[in-house]
């Protein structure tokens, strides 16, 4: 057969197509992905699951006119192919290349930029709204979302408010039972009945929110998605259209094991075998959280975890596959999660509430009002913090000691390494005082045995690293790791401190260490303004110390997609930028 995808470079080109091409065309879309995420990584069951519904989408609708928002956006790969980025593709995920989600300056096809989960019928709806007073009523809009972002509480809300207006909203539900693990609570027992024929139509909920539900309809089956879209495109006001997918769909790797297939990494395109990544360190940071917390819950009976629709990125699945009474998912509902950890934690449990830093943002109200204001001790472990590589700027972990720094009577813990902190939580794990939030990064430990005995570490200690005569580096977390490298020429000219507590800090001791220095070095893998570097600074000023003050850490700007290597390097925090600025400033 004669290859179509090479004919395929906007969606106009599929409008002369037959439905017989179609399904070619996807087929090779299929491969196509196959062939540059096995080599490149990536998210790849999530775009594999949609191939067959993007074809439809763009040969009915007229986009960009008509506006298509996809929700989360990893499973927007085809449609990225499909919107004149398919000779780019391979420059997915990678520095000055496509990034891998949906981003407004890439593309007018994307009609929204999405990382985070459940925000698209919001989005789709605004710009139906802003249609209606345009009198732009030919125009349509998509938002396309999953079955586990949709029971999020924001997209609810944007359910709630679209079906008391007449906006031109097609709202459809990818629905694969799977979001990057499986999904959970009650709307996924609802939908599986659906599915299923066993929930009657009058018991409809989307209907009962004043939507015309259209479904289940098979979300692989061309013909049957093309018919349905092209009724609803003629028609106004909210519409939902319910289609059950495969995730991972057209590899069996993939469709067979979901879960380790969403972003499996580099692996062998014609087989699926998963290939062995030579470079990697000993355990993930996760792992360590994820094991100790679980050692921890088995001795301890008190102690209670729980995460946002994570159990495996943050690996708290250990805890769940063993003790599943106290260690739950609450699916993506970080502001949900957060309260509930306040609600449990008053009961008297030692409460460990798992999640990423850039999903921690989602629910800041709730740290403020429902945790910190209350001064209850639930523990957030924020995985993820620092910068995270190819995700890129809606995934960095690089905001929160900066919008933690701001909260009242939260503790902010970045331990140095995977032993200090294993030992962090150990010492945590009957605290019954106050809110503490403790930070790690993204990768692998560079530490082998780290799984030592337990001991109580005193948290606030300021720990000396190195010794040193006239500057002094302040560093915070496992950058510190960096700093001791960029700092191997030196003998005797820079101490090192570390701060395994970056708030609250003691400003008589820190006085007293600045005493005798004439240059003052932070460094912290977050935002410079209000973070570690900042609190420092105002100690400074507030004594009037007469000292030189360099802050490094990430600058003013969203930091885009790139290895990490590449990030730090951007920002500074790499080995090699250091070690220039501190041989500059001995002047070697």
């Given at each position: ?304 975890a729980i995460t946002p629709a994570m ?244 600058p003013d700007v969203f930091i885009e ?28």
């Open positions: 057969m004669t290859p179509i995808l090479p004919t395929i470079q906007f969606p106009s080109d599929l409008k002369s197509k037959t439905l017989e091409q179609l399904q070619q065309l996807a087929d090779e879309i299929r491969r196509f992905i196959i062939d540059v995420v096995s080599v490149n990584g990536g998210h790849l069951g999530a775009s594999l699951g949609v191939v067959e519904l993007t074809i439809a989408l763009h040969y009915v609708f007229d986009t960009p006119i008509d506006k298509l928002v996809w929700d989360v956006g990893h499973q927007a790969y085809v449609h990225k192919i499909l919107t004149g980025r398919k000779a780019d593709f391979e420059t997915n995920r990678q520095k000055n290349g496509l990034s891998g989600f949906p981003k407004i300056s890439e593309s007018e096809y994307d009609a929204f930029g999405v990382g985070h989960s459940s925000t698209s019928i919001s989005a789709a709806l605004g710009m139906a709204i802003a249609s209606k007073l345009k009198n732009e009523d030919d125009i349509q809009h998509i938002a396309v979302i999953g079955d586990a972002s949709i029971a999020s509480g924001m997209a609810f809300e944007a359910l709630n408010h679209a079906g008391v207006t007449n906006a031109n909203l097609i709202v459809v539900l990818n629905d694969n039972a799977i979001g990057i693990d499986p999904s959970v609570g009650a709307l996924k027992s609802y939908l599986m009945q659906v599915k299923q024929g066993e929930n009657p139509k009058s018991n409809n909920m989307i209907k009962s929110l004043n939507f015309k539900y259209v479904g289940p309809v098979d979300g692989h089956d061309l013909k049957a998605l093309i018919h349905e879209l092209q009724r609803l495109k003629v028609k106004s006001g909210p519409q939902f259209l319910h289609i059950t997918t495969t995730k991972g769909k057209g590899l069996k790797q993939a469709e067979e094991n979901q879960v380790l297939y969403h972003a499996p990494g580099k692996f062998d395109k014609i087989t699926g075998d998963l290939l062995e990544n030579n470079t990697q360190k000993f355990t993930k940071y996760q792992d360590v959280f994820g094991l100790t917390l679980l050692e921890l819950a088995q001795q301890n009976s008190k102690i209670f159990p495996t990125g943050s690996s708290l699945k250990y805890m769940m596959d063993e003790i599943p009474e106290r260690a739950i998912d609450v699916g993506i509902a970080e502001q949900h999660a957060v309260t509930l950890a306040a609600g449990i934690s008053l009961s008297g449990f030692t409460v460990f509430c798992a999640i990423y830093s850039t999903f921690l943002q989602r629910a800041y109200d709730q740290l403020i009002h429902d945790v910190a204001l209350q001064n209850i001790p639930v523990i957030f472990c924020i995985d993820r913090a620092g910068l995270v590589g190819e995700d890129g700027a809606t995934h960095q972990g690089v905001f929160d000691i900066a919008y933690l720094q701001a909260i009242p009577n939260l503790t902010i813990l970045a331990p140095k390494d995977a032993v200090e902190l294993r030992q962090t939580l150990f010492t945590l794990q009957n605290n019954n005082s106050k809110p503490v939030a403790v930070r790690y990064p993204r990768g692998y430990s560079s530490v082998e045995n780290w799984k030592v005995l337990f001991k109580t570490v005193d948290l606030s200690k300021i720990q000396s690293i190195k010794k040193g005569k006239k500057a002094a580096v302040f560093s915070t977390g496992t950058i510190l790791e960096n700093v001791l490298e960029a700092l191997s020429f030196d003998t005797d000219y820079f101490a090192v401190h570390h701060f395994l507590q970056i708030k609250p800090l003691n400003e008589t001791e820190i006085v007293e260490l600045i005493k005798g220095f004439e240059t003052i070095i932070t460094v912290e893998e977050g935002v410079i303004k209000g973070g570690f570097g900042s609190v420092i600074n105002q100690i400074i000023l507030a004594n009037n110390i007469n000292v030189k003050v360099i802050n490094l850490g990430v997609h790139a290895t990490v290597n590449e990030q730090l390097k951007q920002c500074g925090l790499d080995v090699e930028s250091m070690q220039n600025l501190f041989k500059k400033i001995r002047n070697v």
